[in-house]
């Protein structure tokens, strides 16, 4: 292909870029027109105090387990390089 055919392909991939834009920006107008307009999207769940405290307390327990889970992960972790040291000084005790 000779330099025309290239500055051409440009050319072309250019305009279809803009045309593809030019509907992308339709596309997100018309995407918030009918989210402004509707009021499904601004409703909000309603949810008892009840409901509320219940999620709450979920949460805290949730946030509790993992911090008990890394707790013990680390605990394990330590361990296994005490043990690990703990051999190696035996080893080199006996050398």
């Not at 250019?14 to 509707?38: G, P, V």
């Not at 999207?41 to 008892?48: K, W």
């Not at 949730?62 to 040291?85: D, F, H, K, M, P």
């Amino acid at each position: 292909m000779s330099f025309a055919g290239h500055v051409f392909d440009m050319i072309r991939r250019d305009k279809e870029n803009r045309e593809l834009r030019n509907r992308r920006r339709e596309k997100r107008k018309d995407m918030q027109e009918t989210s402004l307009h509707s009021e499904s999207v601004n409703e909000q769940p309603a949810i008892t105090l009840e409901e509320l405290e219940k999620i709450n307390r979920q949460l805290k327990e949730r946030e509790l387990n993992e911090q008990r889970y890394r707790s013990r992960i680390l605990l394990g972790i330590l361990c296994a390089t005490l043990l690990v040291i703990v051999v190696l000084v035996i080893i080199f005790k006996w050398l």
